[in-house]
């Protein structure tokens, strides 16, 4: 897989010097140029071989679901905080994690810690439930499930 992309940025930088265009469009474009150029002369005999060309697209499409929810969560704290009305309802909930690695819970519960709003508090010893605090916590199922199919969904589908 690094050598898929490496081989993909040294093609993205051949683009870029060749069209002597120095800015990030011109790069974004070369390296999705570039990926399909990879991706077709991949072939698809290896199913190993493979994997770069299904993690790109979802580390693409959830850098962008990141950018959405911390987009959403921002203007609602602003919100909050701009109203003299207190519409808060916060909470403590238990999440039960799918998530097993060291790895895999510290990047759950940093994504949620980054997006205003939610905190993560703690991991059981076990590792199996995240308590995490939020301030708009109007139903616990919800809440939960918003976190379980949003940020823990698209994390472990990148990470395994």
């Not at 205003?116 to 439930?129: F, I, M, N, Q």
């Amino acid at each position: 897989m690094k050598t898929k992309f490496l081989s993909n940025i040294l093609l993205t930088l051949i683009w870029v010097f060749l069209t002597g265009e120095y800015n990030l469009n011109n790069f974004l474009f070369g390296f999705v140029l570039s990926f399909v150029i990879l991706w077709i002369l991949s072939g698809v005999e290896d199913q190993g071989k493979l994997k770069y060309f299904k993690i790109v697209p979802r580390v693409i499409s959830f850098i962008f679901f990141f950018i959405w929810e911390l987009t959403k969560a921002n203007i609602q704290v602003a919100y909050e905080v701009i109203t003299p009305k207190f519409n808060m309802k916060p909470g403590i909930v238990a999440l039960p994690l799918d998530a097993k690695t060291d790895l895999e819970i510290t990047l759950l519960a940093n994504l949620i810690t980054l997006t205003p709003g939610t905190l993560a508090l703690d991991v059981s010893s076990d590792r199996s439930v995240l308590y995490v605090h939020g301030m708009y916590v109007e139903d616990r199922k919800e809440f939960v499930e918003d976190i379980k199919q949003g940020f823990e969904k698209r994390l472990l589908e990148i990470l395994r």
